[in-house]
């Protein structure tokens, strides 16, 4: 069993930067592989990113180029650094992770969720 909680959401300007963070319990995060998504209000939830357990990162179009992967399987932590936000990257973030270790941008893949952390991006 893994419990996720995220951490770093907020109000943020348009342009600007906000860093997420999903701490993992339990001593088998490193064979995970962990994944961010995101939901609007009325929308339907989107894949922003993934990291396997070796390393290996996958970002949505929409957020290539502006938002970064991390993860720190000392800290039991993956990060989601995220920069020159727009108002369309409001939504609700949530981490997850998957048993065996790799990615996926489907949601159904993953087997644990956090509880998500609010993100808004004015213009």
């Known amino acids: 069993q893994v419990q996720l909680v995220e951490s770093g959401g907020g109000l943020v300007q348009a342009g600007g930067s906000l860093r997420l963070s999903c701490a993992a319990s339990g001593r088998t995060f490193s064979t995970y592989g962990m994944g961010w998504f995101r939901q609007a209000p009325g929308k339907e939830r989107e894949f922003v990113s993934f990291?396997?357990?070796?390393?290996?990162?996958y970002y949505a179009d929409s957020v290539k180029g502006r938002f970064t992967i991390s993860r720190d399987n000392a800290k039991n932590t993956v990060v989601l650094q995220m920069n020159t936000l727009k108002p369309e990257d409001t939504a609700v973030y949530t981490c997850?992770?998957?048993?065996?270790?790799?990615?996926?941008?489907?949601?159904?893949?993953?087997?644990?969720w956090g509880q998500g952390t609010q993100v808004t991006v004015s213009s």
């Open positions: 997850a992770a998957r048993v065996g270790g790799y990615g996926s941008t489907i949601p159904n893949d993953y087997h644990y």
């Open positions: 990291i396997t357990w070796s390393g290996g990162i």
